[in-house]
């Protein structure tokens, strides 16, 4: 079946630190890849998305680029600050399914 | 505006108390489910519709119930709570097709004692 896997958290960083939170997906076929974010007291929302490999999602200065060869979905920004501080969902979504598949979910705490 | 609300937001209750959580969406999604947050586990699925008067569990259904009797709503339904489905709750909602993400809810917070 499908799975995603997330580094657990928490990750703790400074203001203007570089972000990487790790995603691998085993999965059938070529399924789209997502990244939620999840600010305190709200539900989810959409950060970044790609649909085939290579390609590259990009939002609010996060990336996250699509890697069939290691199947990853790796997300970066190279300056995070402290309205940052969320949790974060990576997910997959198979094109022979319709449930997604989710990630754990990272904590990120950014400090001033 | 395009949203998914959910009501209501908190909820306390006994164990044994009927109880129903709604959820609407306005974007004409075909595809509905609802999951459930808890701390170390993730969001888990409890049930999903893929369009009218089609549901299907999810991983986690005990003790859960739903219907989808029109396109905009699906509320879930505890017919006898109980202390272990103390939780935080989120209804979703998207178009058919692999390449749409989730628009979710705000949330339901729910005590069950």
Not at chain 2, 52 to 60: A, L, N, P, Q
Not at chain 2, 62 to 84: A, D, T
Request: aromatic share 12%.
């Amino acid at each position: 079946g499908n799975s995603v896997t997330q580094m657990e958290g928490p990750v703790t960083l400074s203001e203007e630190a570089f972000l990487t939170i790790n995603c691998t997906y085993t999965a059938t076929g070529y399924p789209s890849l997502f990244w939620y974010v999840q600010y305190p007291g709200e539900g989810l929302q959409l950060l970044l998305k790609a649909t085939k490999a290579d390609d590259k999602g990009s939002n609010k200065g996060f990336e996250a680029t699509y890697r069939k060869e290691t199947t990853s979905f790796h997300l970066e920004k190279g300056s995070v600050q402290v309205s940052d501080s969320a949790v974060y969902f990576c997910a997959l979504l198979s094109g022979g399914s319709y449930i997604p598949t989710f990630g754990r979910g990272t904590s990120l705490i950014v400090h001033p | 505006e395009a949203q998914v609300t959910q009501n209501p937001r908190y909820l306390i209750t006994v164990t044994g108390k009927k109880l129903t959580v709604t959820c609407s969406q306005n974007m004409n999604h075909e595809y509905m489910s609802w999951y459930r947050q808890d701390p170390g586990l993730g969001l888990r699925q409890i049930y999903y519709s893929m369009n009218v008067e089609v549901t299907d569990k999810g991983d986690v259904p005990e003790g859960y119930k739903v219907s989808r009797k029109e396109k905009r709503n699906f509320p879930l339904i505890l017919e006898s709570p109980s202390p272990n489905q103390t939780s935080l709750y989120f209804c979703a909602s998207r178009r058919q097709g692999p390449a749409y993400e989730q628009y979710f809810g705000p949330g339901t917070r729910l005590t069950v004692t």
